[in-house]
């Protein structure tokens, strides 16, 4: 499975932006989706996740109650829909899959996006 993610750039505090997600070479209707970031010189870390029927979401307490995490599995198409924005979440996010179940453990995850910039400035 390819992940290619679109959508960063350049927004300011307040503003939204929505990253997309989709998936080529496999389906991910079984796959539990989810978000990571990488802000320079820091780790990367768990954003958001959602599991194959989009019964459940995760999200990290730095963006809960702003971001939205959604899935098209007809569509192939994972969304992050981020409001609110604030200038600690400029990073590089990256779109990440595995099997059931969920984890927030970087470690877990099978497949990685090529990730999209996202900047946000005060």
């Known amino acids: 499975v390819q992940l290619q993610a679109s959508g960063g750039g350049l927004a300011q505090a307040g503003d939204s932006l929505r990253l997309s997600c989709a998936a080529s070479g496999g389906t991910i209707n079984r796959s539990t989706m989810g978000w990571f970031r990488q802000a320079p010189g820091k780790e990367r870390d768990f954003v958001t996740g959602i599991t194959w029927n989009s019964g459940l979401t995760y999200y990290s307490d730095s963006v809960k109650g702003r971001f939205t995490i959604s899935r098209d599995n007809a569509k192939n198409t994972v969304y992050l829909q981020m409001n609110s924005l604030k200038p600690e979440d400029t990073a590089v996010y990256y779109c990440?899959?595995?099997?059931?179940?969920?984890?927030?453990?970087?470690?877990?995850?099978?497949?990685w996006g090529q990730g999209t910039q996202v900047t946000v400035s005060s």
């Open positions: 990440v899959a595995r099997g059931p179940p969920f984890t927030g453990w970087r470690d877990e995850y099978d497949y």
